[in-house]
């Protein structure tokens, strides 16, 4: 009497991408285009990496994954940008700081040159300035800080910070103001990082129903072949 054919378990049946005309689960879901402003090919990598941590069983929980894989990405571009939004106010507020200094420098040296114009017999309608402020000079070096403060090379950054406390700024008080303007309805930083709770919630409540899934898989029974 022939052996009975060999039992399939309802998940195994699942599980098997050919089944369902497919090489893989994740040939269901549709073709991310990149997006300006991400890391090129960061979000393939993530995705690659999430996925294989999830490790999606079903058509179903490739689907949900795959939106729980998005949330999260989306989490980490907010978070990129909030802080990205806070670099820029901070180095706003150095770059005024700068040439507001050089503006002062400027005028320092422009009494001086009066002064010593007066002292020598000259008279208020004789003297002109030596020179003129040069704005887009004073700007460029300003931005050349803000630059450096943010370098991953960590002497040029110190050597940075110590220049901007010349100025009269304290990097902890402008980090402060930073956070600060998040309390301004119209703040980028306070836009991202409203949409960084929403994000939160939502992923929350997708992990929830995607570890339901995995929960409701049917149940592998320890023999596969059956004796009759």
Do not use: C
């Not at 200094?101 to 003297?127: L, P, R």
């Not at 902890?172 to 709770?197: K, Q």
């Amino acid at each position: 009497m022939p052996s009975p054919a060999p039992k399939t378990s309802p998940l195994s049946l699942l599980t098997d991408p050919s089944r369902f005309g497919l090489e893989s689960f994740s040939d269901i879901l549709p073709s991310r285009d990149p997006i300006i402003g991400e890391e090129p090919g960061s979000f393939a990598t993530f995705s690659e990496a999430m996925t294989l941590s999830l490790s999606p069983a079903t058509p179903y929980e490739s689907v949900i994954a795959a939106r729980l894989i998005q949330l999260e990405w989306e989490l980490i571009q907010q978070q990129r940008m909030l802080d990205a939004s806070l670099r820029s106010d901070i180095a706003q507020e150095i770059i005024k700081a700068t040439v507001r200094s050089y503006k002062q420098n400027y005028e320092s040296v422009m009494n001086d040159s009066f002064d010593a114009h007066i002292d020598g017999g000259g008279v208020d309608e004789t003297w002109d300035p030596p020179y003129e402020f040069d704005e887009a000079a004073a700007e460029a070096d300003a931005e050349d800080l803000a630059m450096r403060a943010i370098s991953h090379d960590r002497e040029i950054q110190a050597k940075a910070y110590a220049e901007i406390t010349d100025l009269g700024l304290a990097p902890i008080n402008l980090l402060s103001a930073a956070h600060v303007n998040r309390l301004y309805a119209d703040s980028p930083t306070r836009i991202h990082g409203a949409a960084m709770e929403r994000l939160e919630r939502r992923a929350r409540e997708v992990r929830r129903d995607f570890d339901l899934l995995r929960k409701a898989r049917p149940i592998i029974e320890d023999a596969e072949i059956l004796e009759g």
